[in-house]
Structures are given as structure tokens and as C-alpha cells.
């Protein structure tokens, strides 16, 4: 039987509790879906259809929750009122403070996530949490801005939310603060330097051995 995008969504969101439950014991693993899924009376056929990257479509059922938790959040504080470290520094807050709402689950994905065979996928969700922060702080930006801020962010989130699960909130935001701290003083001595300028001087260059110089 076809299954619609509403019993979907809602089917994945109840497997996801049954799973932030159990994977303190169980782990992030197959095993961890398979009882989930049991718990949540889905036959065999229907895990596959809703789960077909087992574990690994749970974790990004979890970030992507912890990821909306963290916006409602944020939906309450006018971002224009703050300045631009400050409006940063409070969102990555909120996305960790998100994650430790399910602190053991969040541990055992995180170190599921580490795991060099999940690699791209931790790296994939960082940059989707960061692009949700980013919007959330007023970027609008459509040039290459738009992926550098989201680099770096995503640069700040991934060892800031290990050490939120891992070592406490205080180690967690003074990390992030010193991190702020060295973005905004790199983005203070960049600005007004010309980066462009070798760029098109090889460019000058190529074109005269190319055309000649003019008279």
C-alpha cells in the first residue's frame, strides 16, 4: 500500500522518539532502528520505505528536529536587536542547548556520526544547521558570502556541539565566544585589503604576452 507524505512525517517523528528513548542502551546503530521501528508497530516493508539508510536517515531525523527546536527558540528574540557576534553567538546557544534536551541520544549519534564512514553526512547536517542560524541572524547574502559565512560556521558548530555533549555548557560557550572572537577579528584586518589585486595582475600580465603591449 502507498503510504502518504503525512503518515510519513508523522511515522518518522514517533520512530524518532521511540529511538531518543532506547539509544542511551542500545546505541545509534541498525539495532537501535529495528526496535524503534518495532516499538512503533512498522512492519519490515514499511522500515525500509521510511528509514532506507537505516541509521543514518535517524540522525538526520534528530539534527533536523534539534534544528527546529532551536529556531522556535530563536522566533522569540528580534535579531535586529543584536549585533552581529551577539546575534551568532546566541543562535550556536541555541542549537546546542536544542541538543541537550535528548543529551544521551546526542551523544551516541554524535559518535555515530564521527565515525569516518558517516563523515560526510556530519558534515552535510552541520552546514544545514549553520544555513538555518545564518538566515535566522538576517544573511541575505547570494554571493560566495553566502557559503564562506556558512564554512566557517559550520567550522564552529562541529567541535562546539562535541564539547556542549561531551565536556558541559560553560567549556561549550567559552569556546564559541573565543571563536567569534577570531572570525570577527579576521573579518576587521580583511576588510579593505584588495584580495583581487594578484588575481589581476596575472591576468594584465597573460594579456599582454598574449596582445602585446600598446605603444
Not at 503525512?6 to 518518522?12: G, H, L, N, V
Not at 524518532?16 to 519490515?44: F, M, Q, T
Not at 538555518?132 to 556558512?150: F, P
Amino acid at each position: 500500500m502507498t503510504q502518504n507524505p503525512d503518515w510519513a512525517d508523522r511515522t518518522e517523528q514517533t520512530v524518532l522518539d521511540a529511538a531518543i528513548v532506547r539509544a542511551p542502551v542500545l546505541g545509534w546503530n541498525a539495532r537501535l532502528v529495528r526496535e524503534a521501528c518495532e516499538a512503533s508497530s512498522l512492519s519490515v516493508g514499511d522500515e525500509e520505505l521510511l528509514l532506507p539508510n537505516g541509521a543514518r536517515d535517524l540522525a538526520v531525523l534528530l539534527s533536523r528536529r534539534h534544528d527546529a527546536r532551536a529556531l522556535d527558540a530563536l522566533g522569540q528574540i528580534d535579531a535586529k536587536s543584536l549585533k552581529i557576534r551577539e546575534r551568532i553567538a546566541r543562535a550556536v546557544s541555541e542549537r546546542m542547548e536544542a541538543g541537550a534536551a535528548d543529551l544521551e541520544a546526542t551523544r551516541r549519534c554524535a559518535a555515530f556520526l564521527a565515525l569516518p564512514v558517516n563523515a560526510d553526512l556530519g558534515l552535510k547536517l552541520a552546514w544545514e544547521s549553520a544555513d538555518h542560524l545564518w538566515r535566522w541572524a538576517g544573511d541575505e547574502a547570494t554571493d560566495w558570502n553566502h557559503y564562506s559565512k556558512r564554512t566557517i560556521l559550520s567550522g564552529i558548530l562541529i567541535p562546539a556541539l562535541t564539547m556542549r555533549w561531551f565536556d558541559g555548557r560553560e567549556a561549550a560557550e567559552e569556546f564559541v565566544a573565543r571563536r567569534i572572537e577570531n572570525v570577527m577579528a579576521f573579518e576587521k584586518w580583511k576588510a579593505g585589503k584588495d584580495f583581487d589585486a594578484p588575481f589581476r595582475k596575472v591576468s594584465d600580465v597573460l594579456s599582454r604576452m598574449r596582445y602585446g603591449a600598446r605603444a
